[in-house]
């Protein structure tokens, strides 16, 4: 098992930033993938980035391309998603989850954090 607590949502201006934190426990994650998804009212829940734990490797959704970066701290067990540019149309609930090296599938999901963009 893995657990997985987000925080560092909130409510900011466009053009401002936001840096998401998402804290795992439970299981060494060398062998694991941690992306972060989001999901606005009404709308389904789309892939934003992923890292992989073992070596770092990232990978962006178009929307966010160049203005969002997803980073680990192996001391902390701790993955970041520093949001920059923000826009209104990134407003939604940000979660991060936890999924095995090999495939595509997340298992392991936390409780999410609300990111409010106002223009």
């Known amino acids: 098992q893995v657990q997985l607590v987000e925080s560092g949502g909130g409510l900011v201006q466009a053009g401002g930033s936001l840096r998401l934190s998402c804290a795992a426990s439970?299981?060494?994650?060398?062998?694991?993938?941690i992306g972060w998804f989001r999901q606005a009212p009404g709308k389904e829940r789309d892939f934003v980035a992923r890292?992989?734990?073992?070596?770092?490797?990232?990978r962006y959704a178009d929307s966010v391309k160049g203005r969002f970066t997803v980073s680990r701290d192996n001391a902390k067990n701790t993955v970041y998603l520093q949001m920059n540019s923000l826009k209104p149309d990134d407003t939604a609930v940000y979660y991060c989850?936890?999924?095995?090296?090999?495939?595509?599938?997340?298992?392991?999901w936390g409780q999410g954090t609300q990111v409010t963009i106002s223009s």
């Open positions: 989850a936890a999924g095995a090296l090999l495939g595509t599938s997340y298992n392991y």
């Open positions: 890292i992989r734990w073992s070596d770092g490797n990232t």
């Open positions: 439970g299981r060494t994650l060398t062998t694991y993938k």
